[in-house]
């Protein structure tokens, strides 16, 4: 099972993002951890959005429309050490803007490195999440480069982090093998379907 989605627009701010009338999934975490990655595999599509071997790769909030309704949101990734300060401060207010003020914002995905989770920009995600009442869907990513036991012990940490949280799930996840995708776009499909029920009447 794959979401079909194809490419809808671009925003280097606020402004510039479509209207705010469907409910959206937006892709966040570190830079280089694979949100691109991810979208696509769950999009079941190789190239919809731009994946680099260079960390900073997506610099825009890049909108993918999926039939039936609903929106994926791939956003750049925080944590870029290379990029001058000037383009981090815009690019961390373009993120932060759109996750504060974006009405629409059904669930976040955090996309983390299975290798090493839960960072200190992943934390105050988290915080965030939970303060703002976001259902969360974290991707364990690349799992692929774990061995056995050590993908096991990873999940164990993040399962006793998770059962700490509200509206949350973790899953176990590899945009290379395809490892957690259908849980992941069973959660992520029933998202947007019915959006955000704060936003309900
Ligand atoms: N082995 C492995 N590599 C992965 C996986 N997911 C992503 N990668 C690789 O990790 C690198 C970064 O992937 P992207 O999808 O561009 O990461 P991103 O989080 O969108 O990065 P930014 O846009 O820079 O924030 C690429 O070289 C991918 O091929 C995975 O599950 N397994
Ligand atoms: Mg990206």
Not at 33 to 54: E, H, I, Q
């Amino acid at each position: 099972m794959a979401l079909s989605a194809h490419f809808l627009t671009s925003a280097a701010t606020l402004a510039q993002c479509p209207a705010d009338d469907e409910p959206e999934v937006a892709f966040v975490g570190r830079s280089n951890a694979g949100k691109s990655s991810a979208l696509n595999r769950l999009a079941g599509a190789r190239r919809l959005a731009r994946v680099s071997k260079t960390p900073g790769r997506t610099r825009l909030i890049n909108f993918f429309a999926v039939a039936g309704g609903g929106r994926l949101v791939d956003l750049p990734g925080y944590g870029y050490a290379n990029a001058s300060k000037d383009s981090r401060q815009r690019w961390s207010k373009a993120i932060d803007d759109y996750l504060s003020h974006r009405a629409s914002l059904a669930a976040v995905v955090l996309i983390m490195d299975a290798r090493r989770p839960f960072q200190p920009f992943d934390e105050q995600l988290l915080d965030w999440a939970q303060a703002a009442g976001k259902p969360l869907v974290i991707l364990l990513n690349k799992c692929d480069k774990l061995r056995h036991g050590a993908r096991l012990t990873a999940e164990r940490a993040v399962a006793a982090r998770v059962a700490a949280l509200e509206d949350a799930v973790a899953v176990p996840f590899s945009a290379v093998t395809g490892l957690g995708a259908d849980a992941a776009t069973a959660q992520i499909a029933a998202f947007l379907a019915t959006g955000d029920a704060e936003t309900e009447a």
